[in-house]
């Protein structure tokens, strides 16, 4: 089994930051992408930004030049830094990760979500 445990979300003020932490363990062999997926009220869920094994990055296009992905692959752990953050942000968060197991499987894992509010 693979868990992934998030952690950092909180209510904020616009403009405020915050950093998200995601933390995969269990059988892991390897990691092609990690990310996080966001869903908002009303609203599908959608990929906010994700990184592979080879260092592609991509990002939602209403987050691009504010929220920055990064990644320890010793510690299979991805961040994301949230910054000059607005109403619109406000969603549950949840990491994502595709991974291949040490039993030869390859799946799709999701954390528990944590929440960001961004409220005056």
């Known amino acids: 089994q693979v868990q992934l445990v998030e952690s950092g979300g909180g209510l904020v003020h616009p403009g405020g930051s915050l950093r998200l932490s995601c933390a995969a363990s269990?059988?892991?062999?390897?990691?092609?992408?990690m990310g996080w997926y966001r869903r908002a009220p009303r609203k599908q869920r959608e990929l906010v930004a994700t990184?592979?094994?080879?260092?592609?990055?991509n990002y939602l296009d209403s987050v691009k030049g504010r929220f920055t992905i990064s990644r320890d692959n010793a510690k299979n752990t991805v961040y994301l830094q949230m910054n000059s953050l607005k109403p619109e942000d406000t969603a549950a968060y949840y990491c994502?990760?595709?991974?291949?197991?040490?039993?030869?499987?390859?799946?799709?894992?999701w954390g528990q979500g944590t929440q960001v509010t961004v409220s005056s």
């Open positions: 994502y990760a595709d991974c291949y197991t040490t039993r030869g499987r390859r799946d799709d894992y």
């Open positions: 269990g059988s892991i062999s390897t990691i092609y992408v």
């Open positions: 990184v592979t094994s080879s260092d592609t990055i």
